[in-house]
Structure formats: C-alpha cells, structure tokens
C-alpha cells in the first residue's frame, strides 16, 4: 500500500470552478510537499507545509498534521491551471532522506 | 542562476549499454537526488546525496550508481541498461537547512531502453 494517497485521480472541471484535491498519509511526516507537473514534464515545487495553511495567489494548501491529510485548492480555476499535481511527504523517523510521493492527480480545466 | 540543469533531455539505449545521465546545480545545494517516474507508479527515490562525498539508496536503487564528488554536480550512471530502466528520470535539489524546503526539479530525461 502506497504510504501517500492522492484522490482523486482524475479530475474534470470547467472554467471558474473551485478545485480541491486531497493527500493523505499513512505514516508520521516532518512536511509536505504539493508539485504541480505540466504536460511538458517539468515539475515545479508550490509549497512545502509542515502546519496550518498557506495561500499563493488563487493556491491555497491546507494540512493537518494530526488527521494526515493534506488538501490543495484552487480558486477561481482556468486552463492554465490543467496540469497533474503531485503530493510528496518527507517521512519523519528516518530513512530515505528524500520525498514519498502520491500518484499525482491529473487536473483538466475546460473553457 | 540556471537552477537545476539535467542532460541530456532525451536518449535511447540498446540492452546492456551503460551510460550517466548529468545533473547539475548553481544554487549551492547541499541535498541532491534522482527519481524516476513511470505511469501509475508515481516518482521513486533512487538514490541521493546530502552533500559532497556522501551518498545513499533510495526506494529503487538497483542497476544505478551515483557519485557526489562536488556541490554543483550529481551524476546517474546505467552501468547495463535493462528495458525496465526506461522511465523519466528527474534530479531534484534543495538547500540544507535543518529541513529542506522549496525541491528544485530538473527538466527530466526521458530514457528509452531497447
């Protein structure tokens, strides 16, 4: 089993709707990650949380460390924002000191 | 700055060849790591650095070894390529503070094994 769990997998929406995905884990985490991938490949890093909530421009990434889950939302939601957006957890107790990821979820924002 | 740097973008090998994939960084990074990315499987840790010298495995280190003899520099060598090494392999660094924070993402390499 998957120790990040993205949901959902998939995800459809039109222009201007509001947008959550969800990541939770299963084991203890230091911090959390969420990646936004384009369909060119590139992956670039939107925030990393380890409490509370943080907010750049229409983004908001909320986690609650206690209930292991993790949530992303977009406002106000555009065609650019299509794109799989990944959540990533550093594992806290040790091990590979590098990230744990979900699967991704794949976002496709219609006009 | 360039940021993270990764070559070459695209490459196919036949079985059994070996070859690195080059992954460089002006930011002064102390933490260096490779993952590859297949479909359904998500990215995976295959092996990364805390800094000049020192090395460790990640989730998927087999067929893969790596070096750190500088800051700047993290190169991933096949020694045989095998058809399932073809993935998207990506470099990521970020600063060695305590608690890394913002993961700088190279471009990725898109590998192809024959």
Known sequence: KNEVEQSPQNLTAQEGEFITINCSYSVGISALHWLQQHPGGGIVSLFMLSSGKKKHGRLIATINIQEKHSSLHITASHPRDSAVYICAAILSGGGADGLTFGKGTHLIIQP | ?114
């Open chain 2, 1 to 114: 700055n360039a940021g993270v740097t990764q070559t070459p973008k695209f490459q196919v090998l036949k079985t059994g060849q070996s070859m690195t994939l080059q992954c460089a960084q002006d930011m002064n990074h102390e933490y260096m790591s490779w993952y590859r990315q297949d479909p359904g499987m998500g990215l995976r840790l295959i092996h990364y650095s805390v800094g000049a010298g020192i090395t460790d495995q990640g989730e998927v280190p087999n067929g893969y070894n790596v070096s750190r003899s500088t800051t700047e520099d993290f190169p991933l060598r096949l020694l045989s390529a095998a058809p399932s090494q073809t993935s998207v392999y990506f470099c990521a660094s970020s600063y060695s503070n305590g608690e890394r924070e913002t993961q700088y993402f190279g471009p990725g390499t898109r590998l192809l094994v024959l």
